[in-house]
C-alpha cells in the first residue's frame, strides 16, 4: 500500500499570510494526487486534482505543485473561511489512500 | 446540480448488520465509479470500497474484505453498502462519494451517515 503522510499535523497562521503544507507519498505517484478541504462537521470539499489543476469554483488563492513523491498545498492570502483540516489522497492504485490531514488554525 | 444522498446508518451490536444507501441525481449515474469513504470520529478518511459503473468490478480496503459488499443499481441511480459482522472499529461516518470518468479521485461527496457499533 502506499502511505501518505502529511505535514505539518496542525498549521497556526494570521489572516493574509501565505501557507503551506506537505504531502510525502511512500512511492511515486507521478502526479496522480487530489487535495480536499473538511471543515468541521461537514463533507470533504475537492479543491485539487492531478496535483495542480483547480476544481471549478474553487478560490485561486489555493494551488498545488510536486510529482512523484512530493507535494505542496499553498493558500497565497489565508482567509477566516479557510479554517479547515486539509488531506492530500493518491489514486495511482487501491488501495487508494489519504494523509493524516493538516488542520488549519486562524492565529 | 450533482446530489449525493446517504441513509441506513444508526445504532447496531456488534457482530450485527446494516445497509446503507447512496441515492443520487443530477449527472448520469451509470457512466461513473462510486466509491464509500469512511471517517472514525476525530480521525481522517479511510477508503472503503469502490464499484465499477456495471458493477461487475469491487474493490475493497483490507479491515473490510469479506465483511462488506459494496453494489449499485443503476435504474435507480442508487449505491449500496451491505455491513455484515460488523465491529466496533467500524463505527464512522460513512460517506459516498462520486469519481469522474476517468480518474480515482473523488469530485463530489454526499453528507455522510453515521454508524455506530456499539453494545
Known amino acids: 500500500d502506499i502511505q501518505m503522510t502529511q505535514s505539518p499535523s496542525t498549521l497556526s497562521a494570521s489572516v493574509g499570510d501565505r501557507v503551506t503544507f506537505t504531502c510525502r507519498a511512500s512511492?511515486?505517484?507521478?502526479?496522480?494526487l487530489a487535495w480536499y478541504q473538511q471543515k468541521p462537521g461537514k463533507a470533504p470539499k475537492l479543491l485539487i486534482y492531478r496535483a495542480s489543476t483547480l476544481q471549478s469554483e474553487v478560490p485561486s488563492r489555493f494551488s498545488g505543485s510536486g510529482s512523484g513523491t512530493e507535494f505542496t498545498l499553498t493558500i497565497s492570502s489565508l482567509q477566516p473561511d479557510d479554517i479547515a483540516t486539509y488531506y492530500c489522497?493518491?489514486?495511482?492504485?487501491?488501495?487508494?489512500?489519504f494523509g493524516q490531514g493538516t488542520k488549519v488554525e486562524i492565529k | 446540480e450533482v446530489q449525493l444522498v446517504e441513509s441506513g446508518g444508526g445504532l447496531v451490536q456488534p457482530g450485527g448488520s446494516l445497509r446503507l444507501s447512496c441515492t443520487t441525481s443530477?449527472?448520469?449515474?451509470?457512466?461513473?465509479?462510486m466509491t464509500w469513504v469512511r471517517q472514525a470520529p476525530g480521525e481522517g478518511l479511510e477508503w472503503v470500497s469502490s464499484?465499477?459503473?456495471?458493477?461487475?468490478?469491487?474493490n475493497y480496503a483490507d479491515p473490510v474484505k469479506g465483511r462488506f459488499t459494496i453494489s449499485r443499481d443503476n435504474s435507480k441511480n442508487t449505491m449500496y453498502l451491505q455491513m455484515n459482522s460488523l465491529r466496533a472499529e467500524d463505527t464512522a461516518v460513512y460517506y459516498c462519494a462520486k469519481q469522474p470518468p476517468t480518474d480515482l479521485y473523488f469530485d463530489y461527496w454526499g453528507q455522510g451517515t453515521l454508524v455506530t457499533v456499539s453494545s
Open positions: 512511492q511515486r505517484i507521478s502526479l496522480w
Open positions: 489522497q493518491q489514486y495511482t492504485s487501491h488501495p487508494l489512500t
Open positions: 443530477g449527472f448520469t449515474f451509470s457512466t461513473h465509479v
Open positions: 464499484v465499477s459503473t456495471g458493477g461487475g468490478s469491487t
